[in-house]
């Protein structure tokens, strides 16, 4: 199995030979082959887009010729249908194409209400076919994509500006070069007011990363007398 780079590797090193045997009937052949990607290899539909994408800026007909062979075979009723008929590479076809573009569609005033509805269909059909286990998750996935869950807006914590003093302090500024000037700082602040939270600051190691630890020890121990 080929990994990603592997895969960029080779169809970068196809297009840029694809372009000294540059012709009409090579580019139809090439669309031709592009269109007919075997339903088995669907995992190579984003790169073969990558390379139509890619080719399309110096050879229009490319992309054209596509979408021509794509209209002839799937008028809008037939597409319908295939929609409908929810089984095998269909639901792979219907997940690629809602992952890709499903959120623009979802989001735009005038495709909104057709992709809603196309997503209730959706879940729907996956609610009543006995789907397994991998289709079941890409129909989940393309859906959430699509309509993420409504959730409350985070709200975020409000603190004293002395406590953001002390956070920046510790958590920003401190680094190996700023231990001396940090712990000045922080001895220069009014103890009665800020030495508990001081504390829970110091408590709070898993904040930063590990290999930092040692720097949060330096004021704690110049601190303690």
């Known amino acids: 199995m080929l990994s990603s780079f592997n895969w960029f590797v080779i169809y970068t090193k196809f297009q840029v030979e694809f372009c000294y045997l540059n012709s009409k009937s090579s580019r139809k052949k090439l669309a031709r082959a592009l269109f007919n990607v075997p339903k088995t290899s669907l995992e190579l539909l984003p790169y073969y887009s990558r390379m139509v994408a890619t080719l399309s800026t110096c050879m229009k007909d490319v992309s054209s010729t596509l979408f021509c062979s794509y209209s002839r075979k799937n008028s809008t009723s037939s597409s319908i249908k295939r929609f409908y008929d929810f089984t095998h590479h269909n639901i792979d076809v219907a997940c690629n194409l809602l992952e890709t573009c499903g959120r623009y569609l979802y989001r735009h005033p ?15 059909l996956k609610n009543i076919k006995n789907l397994d286990p991998r289709h079941s998750t890409l129909v989940e996935n393309a859906y959430y994509l699509c309509k993420p869950p409504e959730r409350s807006a985070r709200v975020s914590k409000v603190r004293p500006p002395l406590h953001q003093y002390i956070r920046k302090l510790l958590f920003t500024d401190l680094d190996k070069s700023s231990i001396e000037q940090v712990l000045r700082q922080l001895r220069k602040l009014p103890w009665s007011e800020c030495e508990p939270y001081l504390l829970k600051c110091f408590l709070k190691v898993h904040k930063i990363k590990y290999g930092q630890i040692h720097l949060i020890a330096s004021p704690t121990a110049g601190l303690s007398c």
């Not at 005038?110 to 729907?124: A, C, G, K, Q």
Request: aromatic share 0%; net charge negative.
């Open 110 to 124: 005038d495709t909104n209400v057709r992709m809603e509805n196309m997503l209730e269909i959706l879940m729907r």
